[in-house]
């Protein structure tokens, strides 16, 4: 029997970083020795103060149907995170929690945007923006940072993106795959820009925000003329170590989270119970329980920072937060390396997977073609042997 698949999903292009992790592990199944610098996934177990609240809501039979948008005590928690570390007074029916940021962003695009309707995004971008845009009929415009700007967008050039048909902006703050962080300057020049389009909403991915080496986490919602047209999505996977238990949520103009809801109740309805109940201790623990993640990420990105140096052609920026670096390697297109011809960034990144053994994700997929990511969530053991590698194929 021949199965015709929707157009939808014939356009949809597989996720980079899992594409990249799923050959990783078929590799390591042949028996090859991978190093896998390409997950943004914390090496770090998950804190027990939080793995206790999960054990301890198991024995107290949480195990039921969970409202759409999230127990009131953790939307409760929500609010008092916002209020604590970002200075955002939401009510309860402005927050949503989902099945993970990435369910959260998705939500936001389908309840916001129709066909046309196009969708700024800064580049380098998180790898599923754009495709969540394009799930929703949106169009993605993309506009290119470098190097010399820290991967940052200015307001000329969103001055200039902006056209009649511009819905939204999408931005990460920290950046995926970037580590740059938008200061709390350059947000208001953006805004400036802004105040002259009432109706363009902002998202602002806000995942990262406690992996932050720079200092304060500045919010676009912060700033009152944009707190009614801006969308803040964070959640506990990154700075918790908690990428498997899958809770993220949004603070956003109560229109926006009420459709978010009624979105999600045709689709997943509540996330996970036992989850929930973990999330609301994670985000009522001071801060400071999980600097030492902070640190360690910290002192990895020196390494890494000082170990790429050594290699020629590698240029970086100093990410100031997450937990990746984002080198331009275009010095090594036109070069033929251990046989292959390097054209691009997928062909240096499937260069050094398949014969420096280490994982890494072309910057394709984030909308530099210049660039590859590379992830120092790993052992610092990990890291030296992994750019030994590198260095050695490229010698």
């Not at 801006?230 to 229109?255: D, H, L, Q």
Request: proline fraction near 4%; include cysteine; glycine fraction near 6%.
């Amino acid at each position: 029997m021949s199965m015709q698949l929707s157009d939808r999903i014939n356009k949809l292009k597989a996720s980079a970083t899992l594409a990249m992790a799923a050959k990783a592990r078929e590799l390591r199944a042949e028996g090859k020795d991978i190093i896998g610098l390409s997950l943004g996934e914390p090496d770090f177990n998950t804190p027990d103060f939080i793995k206790e609240a999960a054990i301890q809501a198991v024995n107290d039979n949480y195990n039921s149907y969970t409202p759409v948008d999230g127990y009131t005590e953790l939307k409760d928690a929500i609010i008092t995170k916002f209020k604590r570390d970002n200075n955002l007074s939401y009510n309860r029916s402005q927050i949503v929690v989902s099945t993970g940021a990435k369910q959260s962003l998705y939500n936001v695009a389908q309840v916001y945007l129709n066909a046309g309707d196009e969708v700024i995004l800064p580049c380098p971008y998180w790898v599923s923006y754009s495709d969540i845009v394009k799930l929703a009929g949106g169009v993605p415009v993309e506009v290119k940072t470098s190097i010399d700007t820290d991967f940052k967008m200015t307001a000329t050039q969103l001055k200039e993106a902006i056209t009649p048909k511009t819905k939204m902006i999408w931005y990460s703050s920290p950046c995926n795959p970037s580590g740059s962080i938008y200061s709390k300057e350059e947000l208001r020049s953006l805004a400036d820009v802004l105040k002259k389009y009432p109706d363009i909403i902002v998202v602002s991915d806000e995942i990262y925000e406690h992996i932050n080496y720079a200092g304060d986490h500045a919010s676009m919602a912060q700033f009152d003329d944009m707190y009614d047209r801006t969308v803040t999505v964070n959640g506990v996977a990154k700075a918790f170590a908690m990428t498997g238990w899958r809770i993220g949520y949004i603070g956003a103009p109560e229109s926006i989270a009420r459709a978010c809801n009624k979105m999600q109740g045709q689709v997943t309805s509540g996330a996970n119970c036992i989850a929930q109940r973990a999330v609301i201790t994670a985000l009522e623990a001071p801060v400071n329980k999980i600097q030492y993640m902070v640190d360690e990420f910290k002192n990895r990105r020196k390494l890494i920072l000082d170990l790429l140096k050594e290699i020629p052609g590698f240029e970086c920026n100093e990410p100031e937060g997450a937990f990746y670096v984002f080198p331009d390697i275009s010095y090594y297109f036109g070069k033929t390396i251990q046989g292959t011809t390097i054209n691009n960034a997928s062909d240096f990144s499937m260069l050094l997977l398949e014969q420096a053994n280490v994982a890494t994700v072309t910057g394709d997929a984030f909308g530099n073609g210049n660039c590859i990511r590379i992830s120092y969530a790993a052992s610092t053991e990990q890291i030296k042997e992994a750019v030994k590698r590198i260095k050695d194929v490229l010698n």
